[in-house]
């Protein structure tokens, strides 16, 4: 089965669909979002980042409606500014940055680097190198500074993770920054190999939540700088989802929640199986055997013309006023009938790197 992009020739071979998959692969690179044909091009058909036309793709990415619209709150001086601060969900500069770092946003570009540099200054403030040990679930909530129950750090290390991920995926892998941000979270990490900020002393599990994107920052750092304490704390933290089938109670067997196993983009700090396939697949961590039911499930989402749907989304409304739980762009909405092109590439992306597409 083959079919062409820009004159050349690409090859899917597979068992049942060969069909639907390049038929999928076909909408996505004739898409108007410049972000999903670079998103098959790279991840699925991996095409070298450093050729003529996906350094041009690149460009076309930077000058695209979906990234101004991404940086309409950028001031002079660069700073992404928001009504409150650098977190605000979903147009934060925290968010803005998790986004471009995910649509294949050139490296290195001086356009950003100052709200590169504002997004580390945030989360590395005194108050997260600041730790006390509490008593109670009270006294963790009212000190200054990240509190220490029953051994183990409380800190949602999501936000510092996202931080490490984007800083490093955009390309500012320079600043000192990001070897800070390491630090903490090895700090942090959990005796079970992921993070947890839940207050209530008992609480002896990671987080889904709280655990997903730190293990991706590390997995990144450790690839960027060849750095094997984040590589064994990365494979650490990918026991807490394989343990668990990416989705299922390790005692019972039952589903976590009931978003698990539903398809969302963008999952910002959320959760679902494909967001969990998608970091083991950069991982490579996606051919261990238990991530096989999870695969199964993802694949038997797929519609007839090829796609995947979203079949939710965390974000309410799309708006250029800063409004909670509004975002800047509208990633295609929900639908279980239509294809959404944002979670198709990823699901392409994991199946290929899976073997499940060759």
């Known amino acids: 089965m083959d079919f062409r992009e820009n004159g050349r020739d690409y090859i899917i071979t597979h068992k049942n669909s060969a069909m639907k998959y390049t038929k999928a692969i ?8 410049p972000s999903v044909r670079w998103k098959v091009l790279a991840n699925v058909l991996e095409e070298d980042a450093d050729s003529a036309k996906m350094k041009s793709l690149q460009k076309e990415i930077k000058n695209s409606h979906l990234v101004k619209s991404l940086l309409i709150n950028q001031n002079q001086k660069g700073e992404i500014v928001s009504s409150g601060d650098i977190y605000d969900k979903w147009q934060g500069g925290h968010w803005v940055l998790a986004s471009l770092a995910d649509l294949g946003y050139p490296s290195g570009e001086k356009e950003i680097k100052t709200a590169v540099k504002q997004l580390l200054v945030f989360w590395l403030n005194e108050f997260y190198k600041k730790e006390f040990i509490a008593k109670s679930k ?17 800190r949602c290390c999501s936000q510092q993770g996202n931080a490490l991920y984007s800083a490093l995926k955009l390309g500012f892998k320079e600043d000192d920054r990001v070897h800070e941000l390491k630090k903490l979270l090895l700090k942090w990490q959990w005796p079970d190999g992921g993070w947890n900020c839940d207050k209530n002393p008992d609480a002896d599990t990671s987080s889904f939540m ?13 690839q960027t700088f060849k750095d094997k304490i984040a590589e064994e704390a ?14 299922k109670e390790k005692s019972t067997g039952k589903i976590i929640n009931r978003e698990f196993p539903l398809l969302h983009y963008p999952l ?3 959760y679902d199986i494909l967001g969990c396939l998608k970091v083991l697949a950069e991982g490579n ?15 038997g989402k797929q519609l007839e013309d090829g796609g995947f749907p979203a079949e939710s989304k965390y974000y309410t409304k799309v708006s250029n006023q800063i409004s909670l739980g509004a975002d800047y762009i509208n990633w295609g909405g929900t639908s279980k009938k239509k294809m959404n092109e944002w979670v198709t590439a990823d699901a392409l992306f994991v199946l290929k790197k899976a073997g499940r597409l060759n």
């Not at 994107?213 to 997995?219: E, H, Q, T």
């Open 26 to 33: 076909n909408v996505l690179l004739k898409s108007e979002i």
């Open 285 to 299: 961590f996606i051919c261990d055997k238990r991530c096989s039911e999870a695969l199964d499930l993802l694949e």
């Open 138 to 154: 009270a006294d963790a909530r009212k000190k200054y500074g990240v509190p220490i129950l029953n051994g183990r750090y409380r």
């Open 234 to 247: 990365s494979k650490k933290a990918a026991e807490v989802f394989l343990i668990r089938k990416l989705f």
């Open 268 to 270: 910002y700090w959320h």
């Open 210 to 222: 709280e655990s997903l994107i730190p293990m991706r920052s590390l997995i990144l750092y450790s």
